[in-house]
């Protein structure tokens, strides 16, 4: 008996040896490394064309991964997707200036697809151009942003689209659009066909506030950065008037145009009035006629000194609107304990310093608003993306004792 | 509008094959509670009673008088994904099944010859996932069962040895449910709902597909004793082709809730409601409308080869090698015959013939209760490029123990517990749509898999 009992109990012991011996428990599983801390766990910026990556009045799978999220994210280390448009875009970046030509021989029509495999479940940068402050919260939107609204969010709203990303974290840079538009029209009231209007203070903080609601919905955001928007009157696709008087000026725009330009005697050498470049392009293409008013000239059909013009009491407007903006903003921020990044005070010190003309070098057809205005005179050009993103680190390290690297500078 | 495609249901029908926990592919072994016990290493020396009919027709020869063998395993299948990205945890969400199996022979008093009738399950189980794991697009569930009748007739020829076998009539049934993912749609020619912005994984329809089929094949066996102490048998069960012919596929709509912006590129109206456009899809004669589609599912054949020894008092011990022809299961071809039709194709799988290596033991113990104990471990068929949510198949290791206690001098019953462990696999939640996708380009996560087994059996001698 005891022999069998042997027996039987290294047959058992064989069969549970080369049982465990068989046993592992290996996993592979491809993870990302991880973020530079939990907090950017899912980093999601919402936005408009900047934050989108539009550049030189275009926008591609090239420009889109040069803006400040990106840049953000890759800091960060925490996956960031963006939705890749197939060059030559949608539409194609400006390429030589002033003469408009775009990319790939491209047209301010032209729009191409998203690209086929950029089809992706979660996105991380939802922003999209021409958004206002109504747009992130709204299924319909303003239509700012044309396809692109549908390109970039596919029949979602940036908050739905964010929400998806279950963010730990959030950029948000909104606002720009509820003045810009309207400045560079030089009608700062709404006129259907003419501009959109510079929205209320009491509109904007509502639809900021409707924009954080839907966001806080989620229940999965630790933190943010909330960005102020742009004094668009310091724009360098709006020039000084008085420049029309500098030497050489006159005869370069006129070049420009291809066609002689009358300067109104509205306009003198003290004038404090700003034009926008846009008029130059208007001019060319015959919708405007080659006269420049510094002011609206009563009983004129056209609004000519009007549209395209911001007079000192417009460009007050203007500042007072955006610093109105921004200090919603910027109570906002303290208010739920995120950071807050005013760019204003970079830009300025950029214009300051010379490194954004006053004036367009129009020798410089591939750079004439220097390196860190885009072709358009408007979007941050890359190496803006790259003082930016540095900035909003700075921000977000302060505020949260974080240590996200800074990026070189360009 | 749209031009919208039915293109994943082929992966339904693809992947009419379901997942087998225990086993490797979509084989079933639970026939039988002794034969788990003893980790299905049976051919050589068989367990008494009438389930020699399905793993050694010969060795029925040996079985006396009227016998019946009846019973039931169930089968908790546990497991998940792991994206690897996200690092989020989908688990699994298989129902138990319960397989069942009867056996009845008869032979006669001399053992020269007997005659019997099998019915059993050995291909078959179901994989279903919660409807929001991302690759519910491959598979939110399939299930299949495939039943065997299997008439057998065994005859000794020698003296202690035996071969016998039977033909085999098979029905299958499949049920098959996926979520269609409305980026992957056409909206014209060329372009897709994905490159107009629409997210990937937009959920938008579902589609079930249900049919059967039917088919036939043989299976047969040796049986002998070499010398006193040890046995040798092998059985080989022949591939069956299934057809599953007029086949119904149907389809529900599954609200996106996506709403036009303004501006939008299709120059639709801000707010119209994406729902609204696709609804037309669904009606009768669209491509989303109720149609046929057919195709065939090729059961592979099975050879095994073992031996035993009883050497060792009121022991048996027995080492087997079983080998599974599942290269067969390397295309699929979807035929639809309805407004799909034009999405008809073939589909790769690129399985490979697999095995699997087993070991058991049963001990006797005076009072006349039987002890079992076995080990499997199978070697997977699945490529790596083909591991989905349908079928995450991978190496098995399994783990038995059983035991059979006498009730009556008719009657006893079994009882038979299995352990499936798994080392997981990485594996794919979206489809493969060309030879020259890899495993690095499809593989997204990680699948893990476990599975127990529990087995109730009665036999009734008479």
């Known amino acids: 008996m005891s022999r069998e009992r042997n027996h039987v109990a290294g047959a058992v012991g064989v069969v549970m040896i080369a049982a465990v011996a068989a046993c592992s428990n290996t996993k592979d599983l491809v993870v990302p490394p991880p973020p530079v801390n939990p907090l950017f766990a899912s980093y999601v910026s919402l936005g408009n064309s900047i934050t989108a990556g539009f550049q030189s009045g275009g926008i591609n799978d090239s420009t889109q991964h040069q803006a400040y999220p990106v840049l953000l994210a890759q800091q960060m280390n925490t996956p960031f997707t963006v939705a890749s448009l197939l060059d030559p875009g949608c539409p194609p970046p400006i390429d030589s200036f002033p003469k408009g030509t775009r990319v790939g021989g491209g047209t301010p029509t032209t729009c191409f697809f998203r690209s086929q495999v950029s089809g992706v479940a979660v996105l991380n940068n939802v922003a999209v151009p021409g958004a206002a402050s109504f747009d992130p919260a709204s299924p319909i939107g303003t239509g700012g942003g044309g396809p692109l609204t549908t390109f970039i969010l596919g029949g979602k709203t940036q908050v739905q689209r964010a929400l998806d990303a279950k963010p730990t974290f959030v950029s948000i840079w909104i606002g720009n659009n509820d003045v810009l538009p309207a400045a560079l029209s030089g009608v700062l009231d709404s006129v259907p066909g003419v501009s959109p209007g510079v929205t209320s203070e009491a509109t904007f903080e509502q639809n900021y506030n409707a924009m954080l609601t839907g966001l806080d919905a989620g229940g999965t955001i630790k933190g943010g950065i909330l960005i102020g928007v742009v004094n668009v009157a310091n724009a360098p696709v709006f020039f000084p008037a008085p420049a029309l008087f500098a030497p050489g000026v006159l005869p370069a725009l006129e070049q420009a145009v291809g066609a002689a330009i009358t300067v109104d005697t509205s306009c003198t050498p003290t004038t404090q009035s700003i034009i926008n470049f846009e008029l130059l392009e208007a001019m060319r293409g015959g919708t405007a006629p080659d006269t420049i008013a510094c002011h609206a000239l009563a009983n004129h059909a056209n609004g000519l000194g009007d549209v395209f013009v911001l007079d000192a009491t417009e460009i007050a407007a203007v500042s007072q609107a955006v610093a109105g903006y921004n200090a919603f903003i910027q109570q906002t921020a303290t208010s739920k304990g995120w950071a807050f990044f005013d760019p204003n005070a970079a830009l300025a010190q950029l214009r300051e310093s010379g490194q954004i003309p006053v004036l367009p070098d129009l020798t410089q057809p591939t750079k004439p608003f220097g390196d860190f205005i885009s072709l358009d005179g408007i979007h941050p050009a890359a190496a803006a993306h790259v003082l930016l993103a540095n900035l909003m680190i700075q921000a977000i390290n302060s505020q949260y004792g974080t240590s996200i690297p800074a990026l070189s500078s360009p | ?462």
Not at chain 2, 103 to 126: E, I, K, M, Q
Not at chain 2, 190 to 199: D, I, M, S, Y
């Open chain 2, 1 to 462: 509008m749209t031009v919208l495609r039915a293109p994943t249901l082929a992966m339904l029908l693809a992947l009419g094959a379901a997942h087998g926990a225990h086993a490797q592919g979509f084989q079933l072994n639970e026939l039988g509670t002794c034969a788990v016990a003893r980790g299905q290493a049976v051919t050589a020396s068989p367990c008494k009673d009438p389930s020699v009919i399905y793993w050694n027709p010969a060795a029925a020869a040996s079985l006396e008088g009227w016998s019946i063998y009846a019973g039931a395993a169930a089968i908790r299948v546990g497991g998940g994904f792991t994206a690897d990205t996200s690092r989020r945890v989908f688990d699994g969400n298989v129902p138990v099944s319960v397989p069942p199996h009867v056996f009845v022979n008869y032979g006669s008093r001399d053992d020269r010859w007997a005659a019997g009738l099998g019915v059993y399950v050995p291909y078959g189980l179901t994989s279903q996932w919660h409807s929001d794991f991302p690759g519910r697009f491959e598979a939110l569930k399939a299930s299949l069962t495939t039943v065997y009748v299997q008439p057998n007739v065994a005859y000794r020829f020698a003296p202690n040895w035996e071969v016998g076998g039977g033909p085999v009539f098979g029905y299958s049934t499949v049920e098959l449910r996926q979520s269609l993912d409305l980026a992957q749609q056409q909206v014209s020619p060329g372009l897709t709902f994905g490159q107009l912005g629409v997210a990937a994984q937009t959920e938008f329809a579902r589609a079930k597909l249900s049919g059967s089929g039917t088919a036939f094949g043989f299976n047969v066996g040796v049986h002998g004793a070499l010398g006193a102490d040890w046995e040798i048998g092998a059985r080989y069960l022949s591939q069956l082709d299934f057809h599953y012919d007029n086949a119904d596929a149907t389809f529900s709509q599954v609200p996106t809730n996506l709403v036009l912006s303004a501006g939008n590129p299709l120059g639709l109206p801000a707010g119209t409601p994406v729902d609204a456009l696709l609804s037309t899809e669904f009606v009768p004669g669209a491509p989303l409308s109720a149609q046929k589609v057919s195709t065939r599912i090729k059961h592979p054949a099975q050879f095994q080869l073992g031996l035993g020894y009883s050497g060792i008092l009121n022991t048996r011990l027995e080492g087997d090698f079983e080998w599974t022809q599942f290269s067969s299961f390397d295309q699929l071809p979807i035929d639809f015959s309805g407004p799909a039709s034009g999405q008809s194709r073939t589909l790769l799988e690129d399985y490979q013939n697999s095995w699997s290596i087993r070991v058991g033991a049963e001990h006797a113990f005076a009072v006349g209760i039987k002890g079992r104990v076995g080990f499997t471990y199978v070697k997977s068929p699945a490529p790596d490029e083909t591991v989905t949510p349908l079928l995450p198949d991978m190496n098995r290791r399994n783990y038995t123990v059983g035991f059979g206690v006498p009730l009556s001098p008719r009657y006893t019953l079994d009882a038979a517990y299995l352990h499936v462990d798994t080392s997981g696999r990485r594996g794919r939640i979206v489809e493969r749509t060309s030879a020259n996708q890899t495993a690095l380009d499809l593989n997204s996560g990680f699948y893990t898999l476990e599975a127990n087994v529990f087995s109730l059996s009665i036999r009734a001698n008479f």
